[in-house]
């Protein structure tokens, strides 16, 4: 068996700031534990894929992730393909990711994880043949509140999102939207479609409460258009996963789903901003895509 080594992907502006704040409590419990790694700082978007894919071609077992779901999700682009195993160490606003995995939020356990923990194999969700994705896609108010939460410099964590949520609630349009899965097809104006791999997105919004990681499928939520006062009403239900009762609500889970709009329709993947191919595009699981260390 060969032995275990890793190659550590930081990205110190993740959360705000908040991995630049315990990087060094990071550093002192790596070497308390002797754990032999390779460091990479990024600073460009995207950088994290092909850093990943440079660790494993020198021969890297593991591929740490340091940072938030975005980190997380450029790492796994990188990964996925590979037998290299993708590993964890939470920094960022969200953390998403890993509510799916039981992945420790603390620092200090999610070093300790590098050395006790078993792998898992998990799905992923893709964009057309481009770009993967762990948690989800997310199109509407829920990307916009991304982007929100991307501007903020004093809140952190799910207040941050729970705040740009409220205020999106009041000013984002809906859009129109066509979807076209496996023997269904669904038009209606949504103030938010997402395609989910995991059950949470935004900072712990439960959006997909049917979504495994591991079940073969992509849970498609598409939710329509309420009177703004409304929304705010609704909004506690969508954070509980408590929507899905909603008439104005749809929810399918699907292999492969076809996506069509003659909107400009704003996205995130993973949380962060993200430009979508085209005006129709297709959403897709591909199983057992992702090895990734857990406890």
């Known amino acids: 068996m060969q032995k275990a080594s890793y190659f550590l992907i930081v990205n110190l502006i993740a959360g705000q700031g908040r991995c630049k704040e315990i990087f060094p409590a990071v550093r002192k419990e790596l070497e308390k534990l002797r754990v032999d790694y390779d460091l990479h700082y990024t600073n460009e978007p995207e950088e994290a894929i092909d850093v990943a894919r440079m660790g494993i071609e020198s021969g890297f077992t593991h591929i740490v992730a340091m940072g938030g779901d975005g980190t997380i999700n450029e790492v796994a682009n990188g990964v996925v393909g590979s037998d290299a195993i993708l590993a964890v160490i939470p920094a960022g606003t969200g953390n998403d990711f890993i509510h799916m995995t039981g992945i420790p939020s603390d620092h200090r356990d999610a070093v300790a994880l590098l050395l006790h923990g078993r792998e898992r194999t998990v799905d992923l969700g893709q964009i057309d043949d ?13 990307a916009q509140v991304a982007r929100d939460v991307l501007k903020m410099e004093r809140l952190r964590g799910a207040v941050a999102y729970l ?17 076209t899965g496996s023997g269904w097809s669904e038009e209606k104006n949504c103030l938010s479609l997402g395609f989910a791999n995991g059950k949470y997105c935004g900072g712990g919004f439960k959006l997909a409460p049917k979504a495994e990681i591991d079940d073969g499928k992509i849970d498609i939520s598409a939710i329509g258009d309420f009177p703004k006062l409304e929304r705010l009403i609704r909004l506690p239900q969508a954070r509980k996963g408590e929507h899905l009762k909603l008439s104005r609500v749809s929810y399918h889970q699907d292999v492969h789903v076809t996506v069509s709009s003659e909107a400009k329709l704003i996205a995130h993947v993973d949380g962060e901003p993200y430009k979508l191919p085209k005006s129709e595009f297709s959403v897709s699981v591909q199983p057992d895509a992702l090895r990734v260390l857990v406890p």
């Open 130 to 142: 481009n770009r993967y994705f762990v948690n989800g896609l997310g199109i509407g108010i829920d």
């Open 163 to 179: 705040y740009a949520a409220v205020r999106e609630v009041f000013r984002f349009p809906a859009f129109p939207v066509k979807l």
